[in-house]
């Protein structure tokens, strides 16, 4: 039997031999919650009488999305979180230590071939690590945590081959923005994607962290990539394993595709995805000019150390304009540290920036950040709906964090080409 990665990781979990459209009682590797979800998940843990996690070294909490907590019921629900976790002995990632897809990440908790659930809908983002990894919900995650299994219907693949070579001031947000244009939110309903091709060999690991992570704006139940020297540099420098240890897998030749597309991103520009929707999407010169007044840079999709490291280098010797709140989070604590010793944090400090503690307050709209009525927001964020920022009467458009960052200058969208300092294709 010819297999996919998805099928044959979900083979490997379930004990025996699957197919897409199969159902399946698979064990997972690793299973995680963060604030907004595992208040729930402890609930039904208990009204299933649960007693015991099932394996306290595959499990972890991250308290990101209301961090520091802004308010008293939700500093109740970080207690019960931290009561549950001592009570179960599993670590929690409190607050300061950042967004639950770059600390898991970070901690070596997911690695190639693995199986890993996150009571999270962007847990999918470590499928560029090659890993079956994807959100569910509070009750299924209750469920795991006392079984340590779940249930999966095996998606069917779809086969996407990336070609060419970005242009200067084009980035991976750039390339994913494009692709659930093209495909719609609904194009990619409960599929796996694998990514392969000429230009994600060329990209950086992190980059690749930002296509997969946005797959699920397209439907997506995973996106996942195979493994190069890269992907094993990558956890080598997060981890103590050597490339001896990681068990990658690969589709086989022969291997059944519901669909195989290829795009060439060779003449791509600058996209932004416009209110409301994440499929709204255009090049940026359809918008340019669209005044701003609040620029975010961060998130799970776009927070990570690169991501920085591109706006700083936009922001150099230049000022945010005097009628934009530019608001910067890192990604996780690593990512501060790293920018920190690097003086990316200078340099955007230094331009008018806001440098707030790594988190998921201003993206979700629970705090840090919240735009009033009738403001227009531009981020690097992965979703842009009524409300998603806290304010369903504000209007959010999302870029890369190079458009996010010349537009911070300006005061309005404009195409980060004319600032581009030739940034290699590893840092898009």
Not at 157 to 180: E, N, Q, R, W
Request: net charge negative; proline share 4%; aromatic share 6%.
């Amino acid at each position: 039997m010819r297999k996919t990665i998805a099928e044959k990781i979900l083979s490997k979990h379930a004990g025996k031999e699957v197919r897409a459209g199969e159902i399946v009682v698979a064990e997972v590797d690793f299973v995680l919650a963060q604030d907004g979800t595992a208040p729930l998940a402890i609930q039904a843990f208990q009204e299933m009488e649960g007693r015991k996690v099932f394996d306290k070294d595959k499990v972890t909490f991250i308290i990101d999305h209301n961090s520091p907590s802004p308010n008293q019921r939700v500093s109740s629900l970080h207690k019960t979180m931290r009561e549950f976790s001592r009570e179960m002995g599993f670590p929690i990632y409190d607050v300061g230590e950042g967004i639950c897809h770059q600390v898991i990440m970070e901690g070596r908790h997911a690695l190639p071939g693995q199986l890993v659930v996150g009571a999270d809908s962007h847990t999918c983002t470590y499928g560029a690590l090659n890993c079956f990894s994807t959100g569910v919900g509070s009750t299924d995650l209750a469920a795991s945590l006392i079984s340590g299994k779940l249930w999966f219907k095996v998606p069917g693949t779809m086969k996407f081959i990336l070609k060419g070579k970005l242009p200067a001031g084009v980035y991976s947000k750039d390339m994913i923005l494009y692709l659930i244009g093209e495909r719609g939110a609904e194009g990619a309903n409960y599929k796996a994607i694998e990514f392969t091709g000429e230009l994600i060999n060329e990209l950086s690991v992190e980059s690749r962290f930002t296509i997969t992570n946005m797959v699920v704006e397209m439907g997506a139940k995973v996106g996942i990539m195979n493994v190069d020297d890269k992907t094993r540099e990558w956890i080598k420098e997060h981890s103590n394993l050597s490339a001896l240890s990681l068990y990658p897998v690969e589709a086989d030749e022969g291997a059944v595709y519901e669909e195989v597309l290829e795009y060439d991103f060779s003449s791509l520009e600058p996209q932004v995805a416009k209110p409301h929707r994440v499929d709204n999407v255009s090049p940026v010169g359809e918008v340019a000019g669209k005044k701003i007044d609040q620029a975010f840079l961060g998130t799970c999709t776009n927070g990570r150390l690169e991501d920085l490291r591109v706006a700083a280098g936009i922001l150099k010797g230049r000022e945010v304009h005097p009628e934009v709140r530019f608001i910067v989070a890192p990604a996780s604590k690593e990512v501060f540290l790293k920018a920190m010793r690097e003086g990316i944090i200078t340099v955007l400090i230094e331009s008018g920036a806001a440098v707030i503690n790594p988190g998921c307050g201003a993206c979700v709209g629970t705090h840090a950040g919240v735009p009033a009525n009738g403001e227009v927001v531009l981020s690097t964020a992965n979703r842009n709906f009524k409300g998603r920022m806290g304010n369903a009467k504000a209007s959010i458009y999302l870029a890369s964090p190079a458009t996010v960052a010349a537009s911070a200058i300006e005061g309005k969208i404009t195409d980060p080409r004319k600032y581009d300092r030739g940034q290699s294709t590893e840092d898009r």
